[in-house]
Every structure is written in structure tokens, then in C-alpha cells.
């Protein structure tokens, strides 16, 4: 797994945190899951792709994530969010306890700029992803997975992910921060298009005749 755990993060990490006043609860439960997934995605067309994620979760660890997994575009998230499609899962993205503190860089391909952003999630948020949900469910009765939804005009969303067939829940982070140009500071230099940004496959023909930036987010 490539995860650099590197101490030298936790203040950049914490400069984030301290905007929140709240602490999680850290006494761990024993019917809790071993790990938690978080995964981004787009509305249909408008492509981004996170290139770099800083995690310090719930108990205090912090990992480096240089590979992600896929930043996928969801074909039923036109217009405006919903709270039922889900973003595919896959290999890199989890931690050891529930993410606390983010941070991300990311290509909006879309905007052809990079964002950084710095989320904070609240103390029952975390406690939520810790908890069992009480709902009768075969495979999984924990919230133990992230999901960030990412638009034009760097506009970030986040839901927990439902339990079964249950609707995602969209949680208002205690803070919510996204900066480009030169107040980037993570983030600068942070791109996989160094040579700038083309819009491919269904882009140019989803975005015809529609106003920028598609929707409302």
C-alpha cells in the first residue's frame, strides 16, 4: 500500500483542525469496523481527478496517499447532487480509524485548475462512522466509508455512505476550505497536467449549449 505516515503533516493538519472547537471521542468500540474508505467523484462530464490526500484520523495517525483511487464520474449525478449514487470503491483509499482532518489536492479538469482543500469533519460525524447504525444489515452495520463529491467552480460535498439500500447522509463539515492560484500551498505544483488541461471523451458534447458550471452545486 503506498501510505507515507510522516509527522511532519500534523501541523498542517491541525492549523485545519483548529478552526473546529470540538474533539472526537476516541475510545474505540470493539464491533467497529478495521478500516474506513473514503472515495471522490464527479457529476457526469465534468472531470476531475484528486492527485494527492493528507488524512489525520480520528486518533490522531497520519497518512500520505501519492496514489488514489480513481476520482470516477457518476452517470446519474447531473445537474445537482443526489444522496443515492455511490462513488466505486477500490485498493488505496482507507485508513486504520475514521478520517478526521483532510486534505486534498485535485485537477479540475472541467475548470482546468487545481484545487487544494482542507475539510474537518465534526465530532458526530466521527462518532457516527464509529458507531453500529442499529439497522438490520447482512454485510455491514457501520458507516465506514466517505464519499466527496467534487464540481466546477471547486465546489466539495460529503455524505457517509448508506447502509444497505438506505440513501447516502450528507454531512456539513465543521470546516470546509477550497483555495487556487496562488493561495494554493500544499497544492502548488500538485498536477498530473503540466501541460494543461483538454476536455475528452462525452465533456465537449455534455457541456453544448449548457452554462457554466452545469448545474447547481
Known sequence: MEIIRLAGLIPVLMLTACHGTDQPNTSVKNDVPTEWKFNFFTPKALPAL???AAILDADGKDYRFNTLNSTSALPGVIGEWNDKDRAPGGYWNHVERPPKHILFCWDSIIDKTVYETHLTLSAAVVEKM?????KSDPYNNTYDTL???LAPEGKVAVWLQGIGFEPN???TPSVLKTVSGDKLDICRGVTKHPNGYKYY???PDFIRGKVYPYGSW
Open 147 to 149: 464519499l466527496i463529491g
Open 201 to 203: 471523451g462525452d465533456t
Open 130 to 134: 464509529r458507531s453500529p447504525s442499529g
Open 50 to 52: 484528486v492527485t494527492f
Open 169 to 171: 447522509y450528507r454531512v
